[in-house]
């Protein structure tokens, strides 16, 4: 059974950073392409990152310059990393398989950690 597990989500200020992680289990990180999504409240959920089993990244257009996406096989891990963060940002945040990067639609997500931007 598939399960990802996220964590790091805290209170920051704007112009903070986080890391986020997503331990995954029951698959290797390596052998799925494993993205980020985020939803603020009353919001529709939009992409994050992505990367492919091959270690290509994707960023949608919210994250580029800010976001980094990486993965540590040793500890079946992906990271996101998040600097220059700013009230748009604030929302629960989730890693999820996918079939590949670039197709829509998600396999296995966890429940999210929550990003909250005070000032």
């Known amino acids: 059974q598939v399960q990802l597990v996220e964590s790091g989500g805290a209170l920051v200020q704007p112009g903070g950073s986080l890391r986020l992680s997503c331990v995954v289990s029951?698959?290797?990180?390596?052998?799925?392409?494993i993205a980020w999504w985020r939803q603020a409240p009353g919001k529709e959920h939009e992409g994050v990152a992505c990367?492919?089993?091959?270690?290509?990244?994707y960023y949608d257009d919210i994250a580029k310059g800010r976001f980094t996406i990486s993965r540590d096989s040793s500890q079946n891990t992906v990271f996101l990393e998040m600097s220059g963060l700013n009230a748009e940002d604030a929302a629960d945040y989730h890693c999820?398989?996918?079939?590949?990067?670039?197709?829509?639609?998600?396999?296995?997500w966890g429940e999210g950690t929550q990003v909250t931007i005070y000032s």
């Open positions: 999820a398989t996918k079939e590949h990067c670039t197709k829509l639609g998600f396999g296995t």
């Open positions: 029951g698959i290797s990180v390596a052998s799925t392409d």
């Open positions: 990367i492919t089993t091959g270690g290509f990244v």
